[in-house]
């Protein structure tokens, strides 16, 4: 469904992401994990549009949208729960949803469904967004992005900040999505929990793919080379 | 008596600074572009009524109905065309292509329109006003002036809090990358805000010309007093404008019953203790909340 050919994204002389390569496929969840800085929320975010890649190009079932603007891939099937959630704070619970329908795109998610799927979240949609908690924040951040009826659903470090119970109620949401068809993109600094909800992982360093697997193939020792590089040379060299 | 008289007659001329100051709050407040060249647009518009008038013999102020849609239509192009273009370069930019619109604007109308000051032709309406007390009576260009203020300040509000793409233009105001990742097409909402401005530019330019003379300098003075109410008001509230322009008009009418060349200067002085003593603005509040 959403495919990624060697994807090349600088900033300045910096080169966050090089030569990345990845798929996901419809109803499969694919985690990118590695350490801070190594060009996981950069990969997310050239995805959705807010970057612009100096080489390589972004699929969605064949299509080539690397031209796009971000609300335009929005419109085709993609959505970002973007790192630090991103809410509007001067809008109302219900506003903040309903701006994630503004592209349009025709499918069965409403408020109503976002609130059934977040039942544990208080019946605030009338009040700012202030007044929410962090994993209240999180659901409505998630929400928003559901009202864009996504294909390929993209989630920037959902865990940050919150208390564990709450990165598993959070988390617990997925299966539900990816029954219905959707891909997920995933990237989290939690490695372990990453791979508990991942059928597939991969995992980059210095924006370079080190590792990819399925989650029974990580073994603590293949996963610290690829997080900070081989024993002998300093994560410098590697670049 | 007179007193009165000044307070009431400070309060009307809150309603001409709201219509000035509420387009220049919403390219701030949304865009976040100071339009320097704010009030030389409002003169624009008030040459081209002038010119709508003299060619067709419309009754003054019905060239609204076409100067207001053209201008609408002048602040979506200019939007997409020259403003965003130079936001993308830097903030700094897009005041220095709006001054040197302003520049431009003020001589292109010295060159075709010559330096006479104009006003519009309203008949009796001009003289004509509401006695309230042999001492004490309104101007009904006063009123018509005040009314539009307020009218226009209440479809806003309605439009920014109860429709689609009024809550768009609230959420690219807050964060603009987080509302194109919503899937909001930012650039055509920050044109449609821009064509909101500048149709209530065209009705202050307008509202100028009835109320008073104007000439191509007009516009820097007006720009002043624009800026003055929306920084009394509040950055960002658009009730606040209205607050603002009446406290600045108050300010000036009772400055002026002081000292007949006092006015200015009295509206002036308010404008810096609220700059020192309450530099957020009366209101402190966001668009439309």
């Known amino acids: 469904m959403l495919e990624i050919r060697n994807l090349t994204v600088r900033h300045g002389y910096l080169q966050a992401v090089s030569n990345v390569s990845l798929m996901v496929s419809a109803g499969e969840t694919v985690a990118i994990i590695g350490a801070n800085g190594a060009g996981k929320s950069t990969l997310l975010r050239s995805i959705i549009g807010l970057h612009r890649p100096s080489a390589g190009s972004i699929l969605l079932d064949g ?117 219905g068809g959707m891909a997920v993109l995933l990237v989290e600094q939690d490695v372990a929990q990453a791979l508990r909800v991942a059928d597939r992982f991969q995992c980059l360093l210095e924006g370079r793919t080190t590792l990819e697997g399925t989650p029974p193939d990580a073994t603590p020792a293949t996963i610290e080379t690829a997080y900070f590089g081989p024993v002998g040379r300093g994560p410098g060299s590697a670049a | 008596m007179s007193w009165v008289n000044a307070v009431i007659q400070g309060i009307l001329l809150g309603g001409l600074y709201a219509l000035f100051a509420c387009g220049l709050s919403i390219l701030f407040g949304v865009i976040r572009v100071v339009n320097l060249a704010h009030g030389d647009f409002a003169v624009l518009a008030a040459y081209l009524a002038l010119f709508v008038v003299t060619t067709t013999h419309l009754p003054a102020l019905t060239s609204v109905v076409i100067v207001a849609p053209l201008f609408a239509v002048l602040g979506y192009a200019g939007q997409r065309l020259i403003i965003q273009k130079s936001l993308d370069v830097s903030p700094l930019t897009t005041l220095l292509v709006s001054f040197g619109l302003s520049v431009v604007i003020q001589n292109a109308l010295l060159v075709f329109a010559s330096a006479d000051s104009h006003s519009f032709d309203v008949g009796g309406l001009i003289s004509a006003s509401l006695r309230i007390t042999p001492e004490l009576s309104i101007a009904y260009v006063s009123l018509l002036i005040f009314g539009t203020a307020v009218v226009v300040l209440i479809g806003l509000q309605l439009f920014l809090s109860r429709t689609a793409m009024g809550r768009e233009i609230r959420a690219a105001a807050d964060d603009q990358e987080a509302a194109s990742i919503a899937g909001v097409d930012t650039h055509h909402v920050f044109g449609i805000a821009a064509a909101i401005a500048f149709a209530s530019v065209a009705l202050a330019g307008l509202a100028l010309g009835t109320y008073s003379s104007f000439d191509p300098s007009a516009g820097p003075p007006r720009l002043i007093f624009a800026f003055e109410a929306v920084i009394i008001g509040g950055l960002g509230s658009l009730w606040g404008t209205l607050l603002g322009g009446i406290v600045l008009g108050v300010a000036q009418t009772i400055g002026a019953q002081i000292d007949p060349s006092g006015g200015v200067l009295a509206g002036h002085l308010v404008f810096l203790a609220v700059l020192v003593f309450r530099p957020q603005g009366l209101i402190r509040a966001r668009l439309a909340t």
Not at chain 1, 69 to 87: F, M, N, S, T
Not at chain 1, 109 to 117: A, H, I
Request: charged share 25%; glycine share 10%.
């Open chain 1, 63 to 179: 299509r080539d949208i690397t031209a796009l603007p971000p609300h335009a891939r929005v419109r085709e099937g993609i959505a970002l729960v973007p790192e630090g959630r991103r809410l509007f704070p001067s809008l109302s619970v219900e506003e903040n949803l309903l701006v994630g329908r503004s592209s349009g795109r025709p499918g069965s998610w409403s408020v109503e469904r976002v609130f059934q799927l977040f039942p544990w979240t208080g019946e605030r949609r009338r009040e700012p967004t202030v007044h929410l908690s962090g994993g209240e924040l999180q659901a409505v951040a998630i929400g928003r992005a559901l009202m864009a009826n996504p294909r390929v659903l993209l989630l920037d470090e959902l865990s940050l900040g919150l208390a564990p119970t709450m990165v598993r109620r959070i988390y617990g949401v997925l299966p539900e999505l990816v029954a």
